[in-house]
């Protein structure tokens, strides 16, 4: 098999998840309305926060990816929510379908033939493509895993998740 496609097969894979670690789908179906604003013990941010932090970064990287003129948020204020703002079910969803999205879009940019993997992103000459759905990859996999746990000590899973 061609190296580039097999890299590339890889990347998907491993952006999907599945392979090592839990999917986003995975993490975030069937999560009771009723906990999207908790908060579990010993941790600053609900639910919610989390979401759209992976949310927040991937299309921060998304951004990158693709612009010649980006530029970057300020950390780490611009790469969560503010702590007091609680999402209705509707602003969940939507945080859930824009991080699909655009997980899509990074995967297309992976797909295709046509991106050079190594060639550097439009805005910075010393970053490459494959460094940047890396970081993707990186950030999704530890917080998307954070999800599942966070679910587990809140009783946030359906039967069917629990451990016994």
Excluded: C
Aim: negative net charge; hydrophobic residues 40%.
């Amino acid at each position: 098999m061609d190296r580039n496609r097999l890299l590339r097969d890889h990347l998907v894979g491993v952006l999907h998840g599945g392979n090592a670690h839990m999917s986003f789908a995975e993490a975030v179906a069937e999560f009771p309305a009723a906990q999207l604003n908790t908060r579990p013990p010993q941790v600053d941010y609900t639910f919610w926060h989390l979401v759209e932090h992976l949310r927040i970064t991937q299309a921060d990287i998304l951004a990158y990816l693709t612009q010649g003129d980006y530029h970057a948020p300020a950390w780490p204020q611009d790469y969560w929510p503010a702590q007091h703002t609680r999402a209705t079910k509707h602003e969940w969803d939507e945080s859930v379908g824009a991080f699909q999205r655009d997980l899509e879009a990074i995967i297309s940019i992976v797909a295709d033939d046509g991106t050079d993997l190594f060639g550097p992103v439009p805005s910075n000459d010393e970053h490459t493509v494959l460094r940047e759905v890396l970081i993707v990859a990186d950030h999704n996999a530890y917080h998307i895993g954070e999800l599942g746990i966070l679910r587990q000590v809140t009783n946030a899973w359906s039967r069917r998740h629990s451990v016994e």
